[in-house]
């Protein structure tokens, strides 16, 4: 009698209004911020991550909407007697919450990151058996960001494991974006919409342009082949997840960086930066910080870009902006320019605005750029993107 009531007073506890309503609107817009993982692996410590906090708002990277700081692998060293996670005190000799706070005292938001399974894919202990123990201390550490990986699994169902911790985190009580890394695997986005935030869609994102490494990375136009068609799943409250930016962390040209950066905004993409900002060239600012590449990608309307137009090496991408806006890119990912010229009549039809005319403004370039009831002509380079915003 005693285990029925119990089991009753879970369910109404999960179900009444309120509970999950503190969580619902997280992430109306798709997160922003800097994780730690792209460019200093499991390498983190407590300086380096306050140093990080300076430098998003000394660069405007805060103020430009990059507001989660989110600590990955790397930050946990073992259990004690009682269950209670242990950071690495050689990394955060003061633990987690006085980064927490002192990421707070800038104004932004603070993340950090566990597993789903017994272990990390760093081989420390994962958050299997463990789930409401933990959200209770993110929680008290001041969490406000969870990314959960999924590494170590076994046999654990990947649906049932990430509901789990997202009832813990409801049960915890503090908001906590969850941001589930199952790497696609199982189709998260079939399942996830109402479990997390974001979800990633495919394996870890390398630094190039299309190379496969041996245990599964791969080159950003790769990953993006892999968005098309999970369209339909992304939206306010709900992201695909691409994974995170590699931008500026030096295996790609710039304009490489720039298409990266581009086709992550057109796709509604989670931005989370990757590189070591401290360091940030004046050219990688200006990516990361284009003002009207970044309203593309946190558009109210969350509509994730399609690809119209797939020649093999050129491509066309469409989305559907707020109040009937619209964007467009054209990306050559061949190694010859090409001479692209633009059928307005036929791409507004397919974003279903046809009969509109648009001002044309070149989002990189910063200017009009023309008419939709004229011709466009442009000559667009191997690896580079031209994106424009179609506006009343
Ligand atoms: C997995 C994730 C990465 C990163 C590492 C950390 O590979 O997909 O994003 O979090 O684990 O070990």
């Known amino acids: 009698m005693k285990k029925k009531l119990m089991v009753f007073f879970i369910i109404v506890l999960f179900t009444v209004p309120g509970f999950s309503q503190k969580f619902k609107n997280l992430a109306l817009t798709p997160p922003m911020g800097w994780n730690s993982w792209n460019c200093f692996g499991p390498d983190i410590n407590e300086k380096k991550v306050m140093e990080i906090a300076d430098y998003m708002v000394k660069t405007g990277m805060r103020d430009a909407g990059y507001i989660y700081l989110v600590i990955d692998d790397g930050w946990q060293e073992g259990r004690d007697a009682n269950g209670n996670i242990i950071v ?21 938001k603070f993340g950090i990151y566990s597993d789903a399974g017994r272990k990390t894919c760093q081989g ?96 950003w136009t790769l990953i993006l082949d892999k968005q098309v068609g999970l369209e339909l799943y992304s939206g306010p409250g709900h992201w695909n997840d691409p994974d995170m930016l590699e931008v500026g962390n030096g295996g790609m040209t710039i304009e490489e960086y720039r298409a990266h ?29 284009n003002r009207e590449a970044i309203a593309l990608d946190q558009d109210p309307l969350g509509k994730q870009a399609i690809r119209l137009v797939d020649t093999g090496d050129y491509e066309i991408w469409g989305k559907e902006l707020s109040k009937g806006e619209l964007a467009v890119a054209l990306l050559n990912r061949g190694d010859i320019p090409v001479r692209a010229k633009i059928n307005w009549k036929w791409i507004l039809k397919k974003l279903k605005r046809d009969g509109h005319i648009y001002k044309i403004r070149d989002i990189w370039l910063h200017k009009f750029v023309g008419k939709t009831n004229r011709v466009f002509e442009k000559k667009v380079k191997p690896h580079k993107v031209i994106v424009l915003r179609l506006m009343k």
């Open 88 to 108: 690495n005190k050689k990394k955060f000799p003061h633990g987690i919450k006085k980064v927490a706070d002192y990421v707070h005292s800038r104004g932004l």
């Open 124 to 219: 420390l202990p994962g958050s299997r058996g463990y789930e409401f123990q933990d959200a209770r201390t993110y929680a008290r550490w001041g969490v406000d960001y969870l990314k959960y990986d999924w590494c170590y699994h076994g046999k654990q169902n990947s649906e049932a494991s990430y509901k789990l911790m997202r009832d813990a985190l409801y049960k915890a009580g503090r908001p906590i974006v969850f941001s589930i890394c199952e790497w696609g695997t199982t189709k998260p986005w079939k399942w996830a919409g109402g479990i997390g935030h974001l979800w990633r869609t495919t394996e870890d994102i390398q630094d190039c342009w299309d190379c496969v490494n041996e245990w599964g990375g791969l080159g």
């Open 261 to 289: 950066f581009s086709m992550w905004c057109m796709l509604s993409a989670p931005l989370m930066a990757g590189n070591d900002i401290r360091k940030m060239t004046p050219e990688i600012k200006e990516i990361l910080l």
